[in-house]
Each structure stands twice: as C-alpha cells, then as structure tokens.
C-alpha cells in the first residue's frame, strides 16, 4: 500500500471585524485587527477555486498522511461525487477500471471501519517499486498493478505532477500531467481507441465529456507535459531507477546531489513493502 508525508491543513481562516475609524491613532489591537481583516480577504481570494470539502475532513487527510495534498485532489473527488454519490470510490471502475484509494479512502470514511490501531498511512497502497516520493491514489487493472500517483520532489510542498506504473512490468513511473483530471484523460482516450465495439464507446464519451468540461471549468491543464512539468525536468540531476528524476537544490555551503556507491540493480532489489 503507499503514501507519505507532511502536515498540512484545507481549514480557510475565519473572519476579521471592519474596521472604521477617524483622525486619532489606532491602538496596538485596532491595527492588528485590519491586518487580520486584510490577511482574511486575502485568503478567501485565494481559497475562491477550492473544492466544497468540509474542513475537517481536509485536515484529517493531511493529518493521515502529513502531506499537503493539492486541490486538484479534492475537486475530483467532487467530479466523482456527482457520478456515483453513493460511491464515489467506485464511480469509474464499471467504465474505465479506475477506483479511488490511498488518501481518498480517508474521504470515504474507510480507515473508521478497520479494526486495527496501528495503520501506516505511508505504507497504504504502495507498491514494490514505488520511491517514498510516489503517492497512489488511483489504481487499474489489478493483473498489471496499475496505479497513478503524486510525485513530490519535497515532502511539505505539493506533488510537481502526477504520474503512473505497472509494478509487474516493471519500475518505471511515467509522467501523465501535472493533475489528477490529465492523468484520468490520458486512460480515457486509450479506452476509446481500445474499444472493439465503437457503438459501446457512449459511456466513455459522456465521461469524457463531463471530465473535460469540469477541468476546464477549474483552469487545469489537459496536456501530459505542461510547461510546469518541463521546467521541472530541467533541474532533475539523476533519472534515478524509476526514471522520474531527483530534483537535488545546491545548498548554501555548495553541497547538492552526490551519486549513491550502488548500481540501479541494487536498489531495486532493497526491501520494499508489498502492497496490500
């Protein structure tokens, strides 16, 4: 199983009074109310896109995982919701083979129905290969161990883009966007081209359909290798086993990337926690 983490929470801040005044000099706390007032404006611009999560639960996902997860993350669970509001976990595996785990099951009100006390949330859905930077929150095709994924270059800031692998082909983590809604897009249109019976293809369409229309509508970006991803490949030092890259920053005493005394071959074959 995977996941990793960071604290982090989704709760906006609360309301500052208005204040009014005249000629005389503000007390210490009159100005530190219009600072607040103006820091509280300033977060409900900020927070005007987001999803309509309730707080708490946004703050026990990133408590979970202590990860800061990205909005993106939140709005297609919304996107799910409004396909199967029952089950939004399941809301794609009768069309498209995908179901939402890893930090969604947390949304879902799963991890209240174990009995065990002591689950790692670092270690849920985590597969052979996948580096610690990975995060599953989507998986497939079971046979195949298909799943997609956050990649994070740093553990407290959010995932550079989303990306997927088949853990029994093997260990490579390929990029599919730099969102939740491009990754899904991706497997949506290589069901449509696989699809024997076109007259069937209805379904996907409509899907199709609603997913762009929603990302659209949210100002994410469709494409595979969006600018942001580019910029980031270029300060990757090392491919790495997985080929997703190390993005190691130089330090201020110069100090960056040193290359590890062990071949590829070696750390593949490390001990990794088997999914479950």
């Known amino acids: 199983m995977t996941s990793r983490g ?56 990133e408590t979970c995982y202590r990860l800061k ?101 093997g260990c490579t983590i390929s990029q599919v966007g730099d969102n939740i809604f491009a990754a899904v897009k991706l497997v949506l249109s290589r069901k449509l081209k696989e699809l024997p019976d076109k007259k069937k293809s209805g379904i996907l369409k409509a899907i199709d359909e609603k997913l762009t229309e929603t990302a659209k509508k949210m100002g994410y970006s469709l494409e595979q290798k969006t600018v942001k991803i580019k910029q980031r490949d270029k300060k990757v030092v090392t491919k790495s086993f997985h080929g997703a890259g190390l993005v190691v920053p130089v330090d201020k005493n110069g100090v960056g990337y040193r290359e590890l005394p062990e071949t590829n071959g070696k750390l593949m074959l490390g001990s990794y926690p088997t999914p479950k």
């Open 6 to 61: 960071l604290g982090g929470s989704c709760a906006a801040g609360g309301g500052g009074r208005r204040m009014t005044g005249g000629g005389k000099r503000r007390s210490r706390a009159g100005v530190q109310g219009l600072e607040q007032c103006e820091k509280t404006k300033d977060i409900k611009k900020r927070r005007s896109s987001e999803a309509d999560i309730p707080n708490h639960l946004c703050h026990e996902v």
């Open 69 to 169: 997860m990205p909005e993106d993350f939140y709005h297609f669970w919304k996107f799910c919701e409004e396909l199967d509001p029952d089950k939004p976990c399941d809301a794609l595996q009768a069309s498209i083979g995908l179901q939402l785990v890893g930090p969604y099951d947390i949304l879902a009100g799963k991890h209240k129905k174990t009995s065990r006390g002591d689950v790692n949330f670092s270690l849920h859905w985590r597969f052979f290969y996948d580096p610690p930077e990975f995060q599953t929150v989507l998986t497939g095709d079971s046979k195949m161990q298909y799943h997609v994924g956050y990649f994070r270059d740093v553990p407290d800031e959010l995932p550079v883009w989303v990306g997927e692998n088949e853990a029994k082909k």
